[in-house]
């Protein structure tokens, strides 16, 4: 699934890209974060590598990085201990508080909002940065990853007082009472059991199409959200409150509209439709996403915030008949955000649980055990992982899949995460001037750019033929007024020069130039600079408003 996109169109100037007759290798290890329980449910401690198996698309990985996190802190493993084996410092953890606030009710996005503040008072440590991101037709960063736990309070005050009208009506119960004074009517013999169903049937699909569309557009919104922090080192913790997003969109409306009406209709006209094929889909969609999260380094904790139906609201106050229709209606979310969590290695749970989906949180953060391995480069694309205990009395969670990502690729991330926070780490020191936008069609304005960079950073190597050579290559991305995302420019630059010119060349910034097509409006261009052989990056960004004069 792709966010929101917006063609980005890039004139570049001059400088010409040559492919590079130079390269770096790129030696990868996988790491994955595991929870080992007991089949009570608590955190094991003081495990070896040698209770694990890691599989890759079923083969069998040896493992060759292992720590342990106690408390949050790595320690060493067992058998390293005496051999003063060195451990990886702790990894920065980064949380993402997603809100889907457009038909959560009133009632509950109060409570959701005061557990999430309690949340952010007793679970961060000083030193976490968070995120405030909700949905609410639209795509909403109301709070950038921050440390300050005022910004991310008053982040939350607003979803709280921005819910919209609708939330408080529950379109289910609204089919519900259609489909009952249909019934009605055609048990009182003013319209045929037939009609009266179909007309339900209608209502429902309808109500399944809203469903299916609604869900879609949260699960891009959450894409996107990941992705602004897909950049970012470290841990990425997903804490998501989510109303309906059922695994099969409109099951459960079918299957209870079949129920009140099967006892009157026998034979050829038996209740027995439906959803449409493409309600069916949802599970992949579903999958597909949990993918995205994995490979954006994110674990999914999703809170089910759904109202029960009020089942005695029907015309003529006589009520619905509920046939297990809003447990099916619950079930079916939460089979849809324990899909995603199962995925990512982290956990769901309805509303009423919160405190211990809380409380999971906090213990998986405080121990695991990370795995290392070496990838094979047989497959392409994303393979499946699988992480099992030797020990049947343990249970392991961990993420189920793993897509390669270039050291390209990871710097297009972070370019895009310098959209939404600036860049914590700047190996390489960047600069971006912008000229005043320009109209060029009505709405589109073009605006120049010079990415400059120290050239002293740059690594040189020598060629047979006696010159120095490198290359850097230059990342784009732009945020639109209307918060979508562009494509992410990549430009590689060869440098080239003889021995003799080495002293000038440093002396010099390295420059790269474009013209970027932007939108009406306030537009964040993102960019970033890569050292193709050392590996260094640098990043900056600066806000343009291009406006009719």
């Not at 410092?89 to 959560?104: E, G, H, Q, T, Y």
């Not at 909002?113 to 037709?137: M, Q």
Request: proline residues 5%; hydrophobic residues 40%.
């Amino acid at each position: 699934m792709r966010p929101f996109l917006l063609l980005l169109a890039l004139a570049v100037l001059p400088l010409q890209a040559q492919m590079p007759v130079i390269e770096s290798i790129e030696v990868r290890v996988v790491n994955v974060d595991v929870v080992v329980t007991d089949r009570g449910g608590k955190p094991v401690k003081g495990l070896t590598k040698e209770d694990f198996e890691i599989l890759e698309d079923k083969r069998p990985q040896k493992i060759t990085n292992f720590y342990e996190v106690r408390s949050g802190e790595p320690v060493p493993a067992i058998e390293q201990t005496t051999q003063s084996a060195p451990v990886p410092a702790a990894k920065p953890r980064n949380f993402i508080l997603f809100v889907d606030n457009r038909a959560m009710h009133p009632l509950l996005r109060k409570q959701v909002i005061a557990e999430l503040k309690k949340f952010v008072d007793e679970r961060l440590r000083p030193e976490d940065h968070a995120t405030v991101i909700s949905w609410s037709g639209r795509l909403n960063i109301d709070a950038p990853l921050t440390t300050d736990r005022g910004t991310l309070h008053a982040a939350l005050d607003r979803i709280a007082n921005n819910g919209t009208p609708a939330s408080g009506k529950s379109e289910f119960q609204a089919l519900q009472q259609q489909c009952t004074q249909l019934l009605n009517f055609a048990k009182s013999g003013r319209m045929p059991f037939r009609l009266a169903y179909e007309e339900c049937i209608d209502d429902a699909r309808i109500e399944t199409q809203r469903v299916l569309l609604f869900s879609r557009a949260v699960l891009n919104a959450l894409e996107v959200a990941m992705s602004t922090v897909a950049g970012v080192d470290g841990k990425k913790i997903v804490v998501m409150a989510g109303t309906e997003l059922p695994v099969r969109p409109g099951t459960d409306m079918y299957n209870w509209a079949n129920s009140i009406f099967t006892r009157y209709m026998q034979g050829f006209d038996a209740a027995i439709a439906h959803p449409q094929e493409e309600a069916y889909a949802q599970r992949k969609i579903l999958e597909d996403l949990g993918r995205s999260a994995n490979a954006n380094g994110a674990t999914l904790y999703m809170l089910s915030v759904l109202m029960p139906t009020d089942n005695y609201t029907a015309v003529s106050g006589t009520g619905t008949e509920d046939n297990g229709a809003d447990a099916a209606r619950s079930s079916n979310t939460e089979e849809a955000h324990e899909l995603l969590a199962k995925a990512t290695g982290g956990a769901a749970g309805p509303m009423s649980g919160i405190g211990r989906l809380f409380n999971t949180i906090s213990t998986d953060l405080d121990s695991y055990y990370s795995l290392g391995y070496r990838p094979s480069d047989e497959l392409k694309g994303t393979r499946p992982i699988t992480v099992r205990m030797k020990n049947n009395n343990y249970t392991a969670r961990a993420r189920q899949s793993y897509t390669p990502k270039t050291f390209d690729d990871e710097m297009a991330d972070r370019v895009v995460a310098n959209i939404f926070t600036p860049a914590r780490a700047n190996d390489w020191q960047v600069q971006l001037r912008t000229s005043a936008p320009r109209l060029v069609e009505r709405g589109r304005y073009a605006v120049n750019i010079e990415v400059l960079a120290d050239a002293r950073s740059l690594t040189l190597v020598p060629q047979d033929n006696g010159e120095l050579a490198g290359v850097f290559k230059v990342f784009v991305a732009v945020d639109t007024p209307q918060g979508a995302l562009s494509t992410t420019f990549r430009q590689p630059n060869e440098v080239r020069i003889k021995s003799a010119e080495l002293k000038g060349f440093r002396e010099t910034p390295l420059s790269f130039t474009a013209t970027l097509t932007v939108r009406e409006g306030e537009n964040l261009i993102s960019v970033g600079m890569l050292d193709h052989l050392g590996q260094h990056a640098g990043f900056a960004r600066a806000t343009v408003v291009a406006a009719p004069k």
